[in-house]
């Protein structure tokens, strides 16, 4: 299989490259919502981190890419193992067709199996591929309803639960939602809105400069994609061992209460709903002390996380007309000069 494109090489896009290495720090944040224009490297840099990122350990075989946490009952495959045999393997991205029925998501009768050999077998689906990495969904604001409950289910519990033609399966289901759309073809139900940890803007960049060195670094790449990598290797190891070192610090990055303090007066000023902002709010500002080699999270943190954190999140005011980054990073302003 092709090498990606390198995440480093990717031109401008800074802050859809800062959430996807968020995300990757700390899966838990709950994925990364990408808008705007098309043909601006989503997919792109979503392929490209996933390469760099540290080989997954899995038990070999397992079509559920389960680890080696994970317990023998969790899946068909390593229930019914004699031993488990630990291998590694790369970090998975999934994409996730807009026409997929719910059988090629969720996995269902192995037909072929069961006219041959007169036996049961289920044959899992997208879901159980992108265990433990990322699931892409271009357009994902166009999504079917069905669709949408099944990835909330799944995402909610990180179990994929099939009960059907006389099965009874379940398997881990923990990954990364990357979705990317348009939202002037089509909004995005609230409830997977919110489920979306953060979310970014992408526009075609407007600068002479950076829209010819992109084309010139892609030309670079299709004309001699291995010459492209080794150009850009020793940037590729070193952003893959800060991500790394960063997965190792996270959970001692400090987080006082009077930034705790200062995280629910920001959600309070924006009317975020719920507490879901602030959980995410502190995981991403965490996860960005870690990348930069901190050992607590500080107001240039805060400032970096909350427009990704909360600018989904916004209600909608209808007399300001402000977009919603700029009226986050407003309040921002204003909660820091109280």
């Known amino acids: 299989m092709a090498e990606p494109f390198p995440f480093t090489a990717i031109v401008g896009q800074s802050e859809m490259k800062q959430a996807l290495l968020v995300a990757a720090v700390d899966p838990r944040i709950g994925g990364v919502l990408i808008t705007g224009d098309r043909g601006t490297g989503k997919s792109t840099a979503v392929r490209g981190l996933a390469a760099i990122l540290p080989p997954l350990r899995v038990v070999a075989d397992c079509p559920y890419r389960c680890g080696p946490g994970d317990s023998p009952e969790c899946c068909p495959h390593c229930s019914s193992a004699t031993t488990r045999t630990l291998g590694t393997g790369p970090v998975p991205v999934v994409d996730l067709p807009l026409g ?29 591929r992108a265990n433990r990495g990322f699931l ?35 398997h881990p289901a923990r990954f990364v939602l990357i979705g990317s759309g348009n939202p002037e073809e089509g909004e995005l139900r609230p409830q997977l809105l919110d489920r979306f940890g953060l979310s970014v803007e992408v526009t075609s960049p407007d600068d002479i400069d950076l829209r010819v060195e992109a084309v010139k670094r892609r030309e670079s790449f299709d004309r001699d994609a291995n010459a492209f990598h080794a150009t850009w290797a020793r940037e590729q190891q070193r952003l893959a061992r800060r991500i790394a070192a960063a997965r190792k610090r996270l959970e001692a990055i400090e987080v006082t209460d009077m930034m705790r303090r200062a995280i629910a007066g920001l959600c309070i000023k924006l009317g975020t709903d ?24 500080a107001a240039n943190h805060l400032r970096q996380a909350a427009p990704l954190a909360l600018r989904h999140r916004l209600r909608r005011n209808p007399m300001d007309e402000a977009g919603s980054r700029i009226r986050v990073e407003r309040a921002l302003a204003e909660a820091w000069a109280a």
């Open 100 to 128: 997929a029925t719910e059988d090629r998501v969720v996995g269902a009768l192995d037909i072929e199996e069961a006219l041959v050999h007169g036996r049961k077998r289920f044959e899992p689906g997208l879901l159980a």
């Open 136 to 170: 892409y969904v271009d357009e994902v604001n166009l999504l079917e309803d069905h669709l949408v409950d099944l990835l909330l289910d799944v995402a909610a519990s990180g179990e994929n639960i099939v009960e059907r033609e006389g099965l009874s399966v379940r």
């Open 274 to 297: 719920g507490l879901r902002g602030e959980l995410t709010l502190i995981r991403a500002a965490r996860a960005l002390a870690a990348l930069e080699g901190d050992t607590t999270i």
